[in-house]
């Protein structure tokens, strides 16, 4: 599952007024936010300008996400604010809707949002630069602005994709309708894309996928995630690597050896259970059981002993019993895990599980996703606790409005684990410090 976001990408703040000025609105998740990367440096190259102002731009850009239904409402809400601007609403500008629900919906969402000038879904954003010059009616602008995206706080981190689509058919899961089959990007593509951001400004660089431990599974070198880490921050060791979603069978012995054997490769790995009574994983199409997960546990933290573990967890799934819900509290309240996320299930149309018996009411779905997140932080915080005392290296990212300078330890993904607040560092520089104390999920350092 994950967190609903929303971004309003600044790329190039200092535009040409005489070009078409373009504004993208992005929901959901980091995946999205590589995505609106891409379309800007495509717009961009097309000689539009892109802009963080959407009162004032010609085309308004809104890339959605809809992998649940909370997200779809926030992305219908955001493209009807989108759509009330005034030079939406006397059609001098135009409104997009890209993304997820275009791919979800298809020609359905055209018939219900009349607002917007058109729709490109995920597998069509190669080609934005023309689709908004339809719909403004122009011919492409014949001369590039640039730019590159705006320096400063918040641009210490990129995320980067290595991957899209997904083969795994959870039966809760919208992704493959939405992203299609999975299918690696060539080394050569996430080479490229890492080495942009690194010249950005980039000190970490987060790998992103729906599944990042298949990677290389499709291409005929017989590469692999471990081999892909481990080039990648043998070209950059001055850079700091991170993998995000990665399922229990991604967990390989030659991963976790890159891991232990790289200092600029975080000793880090989120691992989506999602669960962990085997019926019910069973019932979402997937395989484990609690057994298991603690020897996956047991076995990465032997191999990396300083390894910060991050999972998911649904609460509610149809079918769920008390005794199966008492089983995953039980596992959550047995501390294996530094961070932990929680999510009551969402009923999504098209998926298997919709038709599944025994749905859950909302009220209890909810309440029990609060249990479990009330389990999760009393587990959680005695292990980040035991950090204190310990030494760190903090990438600086900001500054909060007293002066206090903030960043993330190794141990802290971007935008989800918190942060470490430390006394001295320039933004984007790495500082040495002790963990001084923290408070549930943020550190202080000295």
Not at 190 to 206: C, H, N, Y
Not at 240 to 267: H, I, K
């Amino acid at each position: 599952m994950s967190t609903i976001a929303r971004t309003t990408d600044v790329i190039d703040t200092t535009r040409d007024s005489a070009a078409p000025s373009v504004c993208l609105i992005t929901m959901g998740c980091a995946k999205n936010e590589v995505d609106s990367a891409a379309m800007a440096r495509r717009l961009r190259e097309a000689g539009f300008s892109v802009t963080e102002e959407a009162s004032s731009a010609d085309a308004i850009i809104v890339n959605t996400c809809s992998f649940i239904q909370a997200a779809t409402e926030e992305s219908i809400d955001a493209i009807f604010e989108a759509a009330s601007l005034p030079k939406v609403d006397e059609g001098s500008a135009a409104l997009i809707v890209a993304g997820c629900m275009p791919a979800r919906y298809g020609d359905d969402l055209a018939a219900e949002l009349t607002e917007a000038s058109a729709f490109v879904p995920c597998s069509r954003e190669d080609d934005i630069a023309e689709v908004v010059a339809r719909a403004l009616g122009i011919p492409l602008p014949v001369a590039a602005v640039g730019g590159e995206p705006a320096e400063g706080e918040g641009r210490t981190f990129a995320y980067v994709k290595i991957s899209d689509g997904c083969d795994r058919f959870c039966s809760y899961c919208t992704i493959p309708s939405i992203r299609g089959r999975y299918h690696s990007f060539p080394y050569e593509q996430i080479a490229e894309d890492v080495e942009r951001e690194i010249a950005s400004g980039a000190r970490e660089i987060v790998l992103i996928a729906q599944d990042t431990g298949r990677w290389g599974a499709d291409l005929p070198d017989g590469r692999d995630l471990a081999w892909l880490v481990d080039t990648l921050a043998e070209a950059h060791p001055d850079t700091w690597f991170r993998v995000m979603y990665l399922q229990p069978e991604g967990a390989t012995d030659e991963l976790l050896s890159v891991m232990a054997a790289r200092e600029n490769v975080c000793s880090y790995l989120d691992i989506p259970l999602q669960h962990v009574s085997e019926p019910i994983l069973r019932a979402m199409n997937r395989r484990g059981n609690a057994a298991a997960f603690r020897a996956l546990i047991e076995r990465i933290e032997a191999a990396v002993p300083d390894i910060t573990l991050r999972t998911t967890l649904i609460a509610g799934f149809p079918g769920e019993t008390d005794e199966q819900f008492e089983e995953l509290l039980d596992f959550v309240s047995e501390g294996l895990f530094h961070y932990v996320g929680v999510f009551p299930y969402s009923r999504e149309e098209g998926t298997a599980a919709f038709d599944l018996p025994n749905q859950i009411d909302e009220d209890e779905k909810a309440e029990r996703a609060q249990v479990l997140r009330d389990a999760a932080d009393a587990a959680c915080g005695p292990r980040i606790a035991e950090r204190i005392g310990k030494g760190a290296i903090v990438l600086v990212e900001g500054t909060e409005e007293d002066g206090q300078r903030f960043g993330r330890a190794q141990c802290q993904a971007p935008e989800v684990d918190g942060v470490t607040y430390v006394s001295r560092g320039e933004i984007g520089a790495f500082v040495s410090c002790t963990i001084a104390d923290t408070l549930l999920y943020e550190m202080e350092g000295e």
